[in-house]
């Protein structure tokens, strides 16, 4: 009879949410901390997990309701605060935070209300299966080996890998349901991890395992105790100090290792040539790397993927990859990226990523050249360009240069791409020297606002940057569109001529921009600051006969490159 009343109960939570689930703040607590004891066993392909988890009201209102989720492969067991059960109703809740497209929502019914800031302790368990799963995928019509390729997580006795929130949901969180479909996605991810930035992770992995040869458990966080065995049983201990920085992830496999001082290569066997490759490639990196950022924090790690196909991942010190998939020609530019998140490290994406793709460009200016960097830059102006377009065909809101800012921006496009060109356009405005200084003195548990990065660059030069800073980071103007609007040359010598150019920016941001002329046996380049839809004149002197203006050499990112030359008719010079 009781269970009876039990079961009727939590029914009729299930209905009153379900009908009217608008209602729930899903994002009404912060995760403040999680202790967790998780169980894998790859032969069931299964997960258990048993822990603690810490929330905390940062609404403004007090909360008589706490939602977690999980993946919809899991499935609730019991949530319990100071021992003593809570009512909670199950349900389905759907969102592409998780590979298979759904969440297991659990809608408690606190017993007392939460205040503003106040703290609830929550005791959970959970457990079911990771399989293969690519439904978020599959649905919006990706083909199925491209998103099994994509949404590789899995549990298996073959090769186990985990991935959290934003592929497998396999911690507790809390979230409004994203899309891949609408786009969605990236800001409801990029929310929950900027809630998540100050939430601690202790984690027990225990690994259920007969095998006579064990296989070998990683996981990404920053400090991990040795894996040491038990009868039939691994167990790892690891504690992680931002949840939202780093994607708590784990990996069980086989593995073979390269272990260098710098980098350690984990490798499926059969695989040792190309683990070979990427250490000597990581290698040769370093010493560019700790250059620009500084020494290394500690060991970079490398995970090989089963699947050569396997799209790679990279969270906080662990890099999965497939290295027989990896181009060896291209292993330098893979290291720069990942060597770069050894050595520096920032919570702001725009930062973090942003210059980890701007030591690739970097290294490939080192290797081959600056046009092989302008080239490589290209490659994602180009598509930084698309996603300028396609904003440009919704319709305009006030908040969009806040919300579309480096600053603000969950847009994996803008924090890498965009990013990228701003630390390129900030080292030719300012030098290579001072932007090294600026990078040197940043330090993560310090950079609490904004502008913190763009005071250390100030301080190490006497140029004014905050017109540079509100156009490209603090605000999104869009991209310059350059244009010569007109070029007058006089001769001043029998070999010298004196050129005045106009250049046009028919767009809303200002950049430094490179002006190139070329005459008669040579070239000259000028830096000329050209202000959002403004012009600027300046005056080169050229030792001969002037033939070409070309405004930006491809170091600035534009919306239209098509109008950037400006042929000089020599029976239009002044005699």
Known sequence: MKLHRLYVSVLCIFFAFAANGFALDREAFTFTSYDLNVRVEPRQQRLAVRGKIMLRNDSSASQKIAVLQISSSLNWLSIKAGGKPLQFASQPYDSDIDHTGALSEAVITLPAAVPHNGALELEVAYEGVIVLDATRLTRIGTPDSIANSTDWDQISTAFTAVRGAGYVTWYPIDAEDASLADGSLAEVLGRWKERARASSLHLQIELQNDAEE??????????????????????????????????????????????????????????????????????????????????????????????????????????????TGTDPKLAGLTAAHQLTHAAFSSPRPWIDEGLAHFAQALYLEHQSGRQAALDYMALHTSALNVFEKEKQTTAPRSEDEAIHSLINTHDEELYRSKAMCVWWMLREMIGDPTLKKALASYHADQDNEPSYMQRLIQAQTQRDLEWFFDDWVNRDRGLPDFKVASAFSRKTSPDNYMLTITVENLGAAGAEVPVTVKFVGGVIVKQLVIRGKRNAVIRVEVPNQPEEIVVNDGSVPESDMTNNVFKIDPADDAK
């Open 214 to 323: 064990p296989p070998e458990l990683l996981v990404n966080a920053t400090a991990c105790a040795s894996t040491h065995q038990l009868e039939h049983q691994f167990v790892a201990d690891c504690t992680q100090r931002s949840v939202g920085a780093t994607v708590p992830t784990f990996v069980i496999a086989n593995y073979e290792l390269i272990d260098r001082a710098d980098i350690a290569v984990h490798f499926i066997h059969g695989h040792g040539a190309a683990a070979t490759n990427y250490a000597d490639a990581a290698e040769k990196v370093v010493p560019l790397v700790t250059e620009w950022f500084g020494p290394l924090r500690g060991k970079a790690e490398t995970a090989d993927l089963a699947d050569p196909n396997a799209a790679p991942f990279e969270s906080g010190p662990l890099l999965l990859t497939a290295l």
